[in-house]
């Protein structure tokens, strides 16, 4: 007796990405990719499994990531990476690169982990596109981040705003924290379980509460509190955004909640969307963090699904080229014409194994291709080949030899 195979599936909260999903994450892909390296950036990639203390230590015990979210290998020495940002910093120190010339500018774009329940656009394994600037503390860069991510928008045409704000430094934050612990003192039997957990251990995190918000909005703002120098360097930062025309508000429920984060914090939202689309800040400490010295550092990333699921006016251009073969002969000789053609920057679809002319043309019909490339056994000899416009109906004959040119005159 034969047990029946159990059904393999994709793993809980896994899914596949499959055309023409797939095609628009790298549609995107190719745009941030060329803007990011057009101003500067250089694309670095980092393993897809860390050790899970690089996460515990610089995104912090008191966080969603490493409290919920964390997607542990191994016993728990092992975590699928939940975020980008902690990857490159591990990078740039264990590899050295703050002996090359400073900052270095890095991009990435790879697949991100979160282990909770997956929701609407919470996916458990999702993709996020990055950037990062290691080795300045100039608040320019901050604005270089934001601006990165403004010119992006631009590009796909989704009208974004920045919400920003300052987080302080080591030494200006616990002022800021116990201004904030003594504002909700006396809420602190009325709020979440969450918020009664944050207000002893991340109280900063009290303001970006989606629960608790009415008392949020009349809690003391962070900004008012900073030392004279995250004051100074905030007002570069504000100075820089005015001049560059970018939309943004100062927001005092931005605080990231990660503990590498400090000074500028920032989020970007499209108008009358809850979710955010990404965000990012300064984490000159994060270094601290793994026992090195201080690297002044700002990046920022967003979520690629999240941007896909705004992105509609994304439709990709169809210009692939029909191949259509009569009799066999014709095959072996038809591979050397979609080398040609290929060669020359065009896509095909080939009708191999389709039957009768009438049927291979009505395949390609039904993809709604524009032209088509055909050959038998008299063009074979006479190594040329049929090329039929279905646009204006006409059928012309190129010598094999004249195709690029002509493919590239007929199809613009
Ligand atoms: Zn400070
Ligand atoms: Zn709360």
Redesign the pocket.
């Known amino acids: 007796m034969q047990r029946k195979n159990k059904k393999i599936q994709t793993a809980k909260g896994m899914h596949d990405i499959l055309p023409p999903e797939s095609e628009r994450i790298l549609a995107f892909f190719d745009i941030a990719k060329e803007l990011a390296q057009n101003f500067g950036f250089n694309y670095i990639e980092t393993p897809i499994i860390e050790e899970a203390d690089l996460f515990i230590r610089t995104v912090g015990k008191e966080t969603d990531i490493v409290n919920k979210e964390m997607f542990y290998l191994q016993g728990k020495k092992y975590v699928l990476r939940p975020e980008g940002t902690a990857p490159v910093v591990r990078a740039y120190i264990e590899n050295g690169l703050f002996t090359l010339p400073q900052p270095q500018r890095f991009f990435y774009f790879g697949k991100m982990f979160r282990k909770e329940k997956p929701q609407k656009l919470r996916f458990r394994e999702h993709h996020q596109f990055g950037i990062e600037i290691l080795g300045s503390e100039d608040p320019f860069y901050d604005v270089f981040i934001i601006n990165f991510f403004s010119e992006l928008f631009k590009k796909i045409k989704l009208n974004v705003t920045f919400f920003v704000n300052s987080i302080g430094c080591s030494s200006c934050r616990n002022k800021i924290k116990d201004k904030i612990k003594l504002f909700y003192k006396s809420y602190v039997s009325n709020?979440?379980e969450?918020?009664k957990r944050r207000y002893k251990l991340n109280p900063l995190r009290?303001l970006d509460?989606k629960?608790?918000v009415e008392i949020a909005k009349s809690a003391p703002e962070i900004v008012d509190f900073l030392c004279d120098d995250c004051k100074e360097h905030f007002e570069n930062v504000l100075d820089y955004l005015d001049e560059s025309k970018i939309s943004y508000q100062i927001q005092n429920n931005i605080v990231r909640g990660l503990d590498y984060y400090n000074r500028t914090v920032f989020e970007i939202f499209v108008e009358n969307e809850e979710l955010a689309l990404g965000g990012g800040g300064r984490y000159d400490d994060l270094s601290l963090f793994l026992g090195k010295k201080k690297i002044g550092g700002v990046g920022g990333a967003v979520g690629v699904e999240r941007i896909l699921s705004l992105w509609q006016n994304y439709k990709k251009e169809e210009n692939a080229i029909g191949i259509v073969t009569i009799g066999f002969q014709a095959r072996n000789y038809m591979l050397k014409v979609i080398n040609e053609v290929v060669n020359n920057g065009f896509r095909v679809i080939d009708a191999f194994g389709k039957g009768s002319l009438k049927q291979q043309l009505d395949y390609i019909n039904s993809l709604k291709l524009k032209y088509c490339l055909l050959a038998g056994e008299v063009e074979v000899k006479e190594e040329k080949v049929i090329f039929k416009n279905f646009e204006n109906g006409i059928q012309e004959e190129i010598y094999l030899k004249f195709l690029s040119k002509e493919l590239k005159r007929k199809i613009k």
């Open positions: 709020l979440c969450d918020c009290l509460c629960k608790d």
